[in-house]
């Protein structure tokens, strides 16, 4: 886990279903999470290697100086840990769990070689745990997790 100033958002009755973690920035610019909801995936069907199960929007980073402004690159990249259950478990009917963003066209994996995602099983495997993957680049795209 990395060291910043940590954002936890509690979301679709899930506790801490979301936290970035943000660590000082090299530009020294002070990033504030701003608004998470969780999604509707009416509008964003499955692929071929992703089918989402849960969705959540608008993790919005914004400069705590300016409020309204964007940020879009990390330097160093930010934590985002999303939380899966155990009717996520359920719902991958044995797959592998994955997490995504929507590209505008389609959903991308989050991969261990570009954001070194990985899953973080709790204790009990069965009960849930995070999808863990660091963030240098980002657009406020909605994110999910299935399989």
């Known amino acids: 886990m990395i060291q910043g100033t940590k954002h936890t958002i509690d979301i ?11 660590p000082a920035q090299k530009n020294n610019v002070k990033v504030k999470v701003n608004t998470t909801d969780p999604g509707s995936l009416a509008n964003m069907p ?3 290697d992703f089918r989402p199960d849960r969705a959540i929007t608008n993790l919005v980073l ?5 409020p309204g402004t964007v940020l879009t690159q990390f330097d160093p990249a930010f934590e985002l840990r999303i939380r ?12 592998q769990l994955k997490m995504a963003f929507w590209n505008g066209t ?24 995070f999808g863990v993957a660091l963030i240098s ?7 999910a997790v299935g399989h």
């Open 84 to 95: 899966y259950t155990a009717a996520d478990v359920t719902a991958a009917g044995g797959g």
């Open 46 to 48: 499955g692929g071929a």
């Open 137 to 143: 680049s980002w657009g406020d795209p909605p994110i």
């Open 106 to 129: 389609k959903w991308a994996l989050f991969t261990a070689a570009k954001h070194q995602f990985r899953l973080e099983p709790d204790a009990a495997p069965a009960s849930g745990g």
């Open 12 to 22: 679709a009755g899930v506790s801490g279903a979301v936290t970035a973690t943000v």
């Open 62 to 66: 914004e400069d705590e100086a300016r």
